[in-house]
Nanobody
Framework: QVQLVESGGGLVQAGGSLRLACAAS????????VAWFRQAPGKEREFVAA????????YYGDSVAGRFTISRDVSKNTVYLQMSSLNPSDTAVYFC????????????????????WGQGTQVTVSS
């Protein structure tokens, strides 16, 4: 069982930056495909970014491409989401998720396949 804990959320002004972290309870996390999702009030959960199990491939949602960067630090069993040029539409609870690698699959954007989830961290962007 993998436990994920997000941190780094907070209140930031439009145009600012934040870095979210997702720390895992086990080193096996370093070989999992990881992703960030977000959910704004009254909206469905939205895919943000994903990183393949071998760190060879990454993919971003259209609304964050070019502004957000996903990365992994294996020495800390931690995945990061660096967010820049934030705007009020980025306000949401951000969740990290992980799944064990599947043959022939590098990235999945659908939330239903991710086995492990963190509790979420709130990001609020003021105008």
């Amino acid at each position: 069982q993998v436990q994920l804990v997000e941190s780094g959320g907070g209140l930031v002004q439009a145009g600012g930056s934040l870095r979210l972290a997702c720390a895992a309870s086990t080193r096996t996390f370093n070989n999992y495909t990881v992703a960030w999702f977000r959910q704004a009030p009254g909206k469905e959960r939205e895919f943000v970014a994903a990183l393949s199990w071998d760190d060879s491939f990454w993919y971003y949602g259209d609304s964050v491409a070019g502004r957000f960067t996903i990365s992994r630090d294996v020495s800390k069993n931690t995945v990061y989401l660096q967010m820049s040029s934030l705007n009020p539409s980025d306000t949401a609870v951000y969740f990290c998720a992980a799944e064990r690698p599947r043959a022939g699959v590098l990235i999945t954007t659908g939330e239903h396949v991710y086995e492990y989830w963190g509790q979420g961290t709130q990001v609020t962007v003021s105008s």
